[in-house]
C-alpha cells in the first residue's frame, strides 16, 4: 500500500559531496514537494513542482535544486552538501486540481534522514 | 503573508481524559485549513481539513477540529484520548488567493497521552 517512496531512510555524507534524494509516487499525482523538517521549526518548504519539468521555489532554496523528468519521479539534489542541511527530508504529493477534494491533502513518504559530516 | 502558530511544543493529557491542541493562523482571504499527524518513525499523515461550510470537521481515528473565523483559530480536540494518540501534530494553513497548493505548516506539537 505504500504510495510515496523515498529511495533511502538514512544517509551519511561528508561536506562537500553531491546528494541526491529520489522521490517516486504512483499516484497519478500533478503536485509533488519538498520539505525538510527540524525540531521547533516544523516542516519548510524547499521546493515544489506541479507538473513535469516544471519547478517553483519554497521557502527555502538556497542550496538545493530538484528535477522532475518524470510525473512519478521528484528528485532533490544537494550541489554541495553543508552541515547546515542535516535534517529529516520529507517528500509529498498531492491532486492537482485545486478545487476538488483532494485538493491539499499531501501524501507524504517515510523520509530521508541526512547528516552531513 | 501566510503563518501558523502552534503555542505549545508539547500537551500532556491522561488517557480518557478530553485533550485539546491549540492552532492560530494568519492569511489573506479565506482560509483553507488542515492538521497532520506524525507518528515515531512515520511520515505524516492527513487528519483532517476544513474548507468551508460547518465549523466542526470530523476527522480520521476520531479527532475532530473547530474552525473559529473570529478568533483565526483552529484547534483540534478528541472527547477521549488513547495512549496510541500520542505523536506529533501538525496544524497546515493555505489562503484562497494564488499560489500552487502551497501548504505552510506549524512547528508541531507533541501529544504525550499517559495511561
Known amino acids: 500500500d505504500v504510495k510515496v517512496t523515498q529511495s533511502s531512510r538514512y544517509l551519511v555524507k561528508r561536506t562537500g559531496e553531491k546528494v541526491f534524494l529520489e522521490c517516486v509516487q504512483d499516484?497519478?499525482?500533478?503536485?509533488m514537494f519538498w520539505y525538510r523538517q527540524d525540531p521547533g521549526l516544523g516542516l519548510r518548504l524547499i521546493y515544489f513542482?506541479?507538473?513535469?519539468?516544471?519547478?517553483e521555489k519554497g521557502d527555502i532554496p538556497e542550496g538545493y535544486s530538484v528535477s522532475r523528468e518524470k510525473k512519478e519521479r521528484f528528485s532533490l539534489i544537494l550541489e554541495s552538501a553543508s552541515t547546515n542541511q542535516t535534517s529529516m527530508y520529507l517528500c509529498?504529493?498531492?491532486?492537482?486540481?485545486?478545487?476538488?477534494?483532494?485538493?491539499?491533502?499531501?501524501?507524504f513518504g517515510a523520509g530521508s534522514r541526512l547528516t552531513v559530516l | 503573508a501566510q503563518s501558523v502558530a502552534q503555542p505549545e511544543d508539547q500537551v500532556n493529557v491522561a488517557e480518557g481524559n478530553p485533550l485539546t491542541v491549540k492552532c492560530t493562523y494568519s492569511?489573506?482571504?479565506?482560509?483553507?485549513l488542515f492538521w497532520y499527524v506524525q507518528y515515531p518513525n512515520r511520515g505524516l499523515q492527513f487528519l483532517l481539513k476544513?474548507?468551508?461550510?460547518?465549523?466542526l470537521v470530523k476527522g480520521s481515528y476520531g479527532f475532530e477540529a473547530e474552525f473559529n473565523k473570529s478568533q483565526t483559530s483552529f484547534h483540534l480536540k478528541k472527547p477521549s484520548a488513547l495512549v496510541s494518540d500520542s505523536a506529533l501534530y501538525f496544524c497546515?494553513?493555505?489562503?484562497?488567493?494564488?499560489?500552487?497548493?502551497?501548504?505552510?505548516f506549524g512547528a508541531g506539537t507533541r501529544l504525550a497521552v499517559h495511561p
Open positions: 492569511v489573506s482571504g479565506n482560509p483553507y
Open positions: 497546515a494553513v493555505r489562503g484562497d488567493s494564488g499560489g500552487y497548493n502551497k501548504l505552510i
Open positions: 509529498a504529493s498531492s491532486p492537482g486540481l485545486a478545487g476538488g477534494p483532494g485538493a491539499n491533502v499531501l501524501t
Open positions: 513542482s506541479y507538473d513535469v519539468k516544471m519547478k
Open positions: 476544513y474548507i468551508t461550510g460547518d465549523n
Open positions: 499516484m497519478d499525482h500533478e503536485n
